[in-house]
């Protein structure tokens, strides 16, 4: 870049930047501009799209709707940092004001989310242009008053996924597959320090826990109940959403903390159905019945 031009391209950008935001109702228009006298030279104009892609297939669907409060930020093909701009409250966004040139798009993640599939379908009016793997656009062109509104992102809240405790059985090392345990360890059964709480520290505890025969036995349900616990908590610690088990973790960490699997004969039958059914709700979950859905389908989709 030529020194002389820096000048310029600072003022140009803060022309720019002071003329983001499609809903903001403050700035003022072409038309506002050109009844003022100014007849602008840069008319081209890109948009204008960010949508939750809650189904996960690349296409905006009529049931979906936008994201607010997004950062996009547009660039020169060269990687010059042209200007800023904000979704507004529907998920739409614009640069307008803007010289023919190449440019491209990145799009800022919300926290929790991850880009859908990218040029999904035949029509680019309903498709995402990000890419996943870098969060930009490819470079397209603007010529001089063009206006391109076909540059959208899709994105999705990742709510991960859940594994039987089968699987995390057989992650633990001691088989011939890869250790996926250790690294999510200790996990807690029962509230944390409480007399009667496990501290799973160890993968071979792990397994010793998921094969329940040495705490216990499976025909013990305080023993099938950690078994199940310990698999949701290392569903949860490897990024699965805990929303819809959230509230039987407590209350079975609480149990737990003074009952181990010694107590389970002497518990009447009111206190065994409510294990057994904490058991059976966490086993839901790590089936994929309920929660963010099993990771066996979710990497049989992509
Ligand atoms: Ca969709
Ligand atoms: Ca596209
Ligand atoms: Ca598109």
Known sequence: MKNSLIPLLAVAMMLLVGCQGGSDLTQPTAQDEQRAGFSPLQEAAVGDFVWDDVNMDGI??????????????????????????????DGYY??????????????????????TLMDQGSDDELDSDVDPDSGTTDCFTLTEDQSNMTLDAGMYMDEGCTWGKGFWKNHTGLGPQPDLVTDLLPLWLGDEDDSLSMEVTTAQMAYDILQQHEYGHPSN???????????AKLNIANGADDEDIAQTITDADAFLGDHDWESWDDLGQDDRQ?????????????????????????????
């Open 60 to 89: 905006q669907d009529t049931s979906e709707t936008g994201i607010a409060d997004v950062v996009v930020n547009l660039y020169t093909c060269d990687d010059t940092m042209v200007a800023t701009a904000t979704t507004d409250q």
């Open 94 to 115: 614009m640069f307008d004001s803007l010289d023919a040139g190449d440019y491209y798009l990145e799009f800022e993640l919300p926290d929790g989310y991850v880009f």
């Open 221 to 231: 349900g305080i023993t099938r109940l950690y078994a199940h616990l310990l698999a």
């Open 274 to 302: 409510m294990v057994n059914g904490w058991k059976d709700m966490l086993e839901d979950y790590n089936e994929g019945e309920i929660g963010p859905g099993s990771c066996d389908e979710y990497h049989m989709m992509y």
